[in-house]
């Protein structure tokens, strides 16, 4: 199949073309840097004649609360406008598992307005909600830091390796449009504050790891289970410390 993945060149988007290609399909990445802007529209007829399924996996270079509200409606909006007209006949996203428990965060209420956008296209659709990944841990740890204390709040964390993002998105793209949504998720649940411990411990950082209740995530206070998949989620294979091992032999 022809798949078109939007944010091709990203982290995600180019485990997922690379994973693609090896499985025989023709895996396209579109991004700016490619001559294709959703939000303008730039590029998007040519990229996606012939495409039998489209992956958005692309993302606001501005998480400030209006500008990622803009960038997920016009650039979705384009997006299937110029899938309907190809006739692109399965249109697959990815968002965040727990975008539906958390609205008041802006970034959440943008990922809200693009699912709606999606489920009222006539496009047959899939949504894959994924949690945390692996390879965001240590800007989380950054953000959160204040002096010499790491401040999170002590709620379920089940992060996931980038690899395994992108072979559960791609086994989502070349199936039958879900017209739902699938959680993917780690296979190891954590404490946030114990995960983050052990983390800095294995990265030998000296930090103290704080656990606060009024601890934000990206500028909100997450609930116990605001991060993690429920039931029936797909889990992934790669646990952190081995991805941190592989990381560090550049394996």
Known sequence: MKIVVVGGTG??????????????????AAAPS??????????????????????DVSNSPSFERAAVLEFFQTSTGNLLAA????????????????????????????????EALIEKSP?????????????FVRSIADEATDGDKVRIAPV??????????????GRVAVGSPLNGRVEVGGPERFRMDEFFRKALA????PREVVADPQARYFGSVPGESTLVPGDGATLGQIRYRDWLDRTATGK
Not at 123 to 132: G, N, R, Y
């Open 11 to 28: 982290l995600i988007g180019s485990k997922l073309v690379a994973k693609l290609g090896e499985h025989g399909h023709e895996a396209v």
């Open 156 to 169: 379920l964390f089940q992060p996931m390796a980038g690899d395994d993002v992108a072979q559960a998105v």
């Open 34 to 55: 490619t001559g294709v802007n959703t939000l303008t529209g730039e590029g998007l007829a040519e990229v996606l004649a012939g495409a039998q399924v489209v992956v």
């Open 202 to 205: 294995a990265w030998g950082d």
């Open 123 to 135: 496009i047959p659709f899939s949504l894959v909600h994924a949690t945390q990944f692996f390879e």
């Open 83 to 114: 899938e309907a007209a190809a006739g692109v006949g399965h249109h697959v996203a990815v968002s965040v598992v727990g975008t539906e428990r958390m609205p008041e965060n802006g970034y959440f209420a943008a990922k809200i307005a693009q």
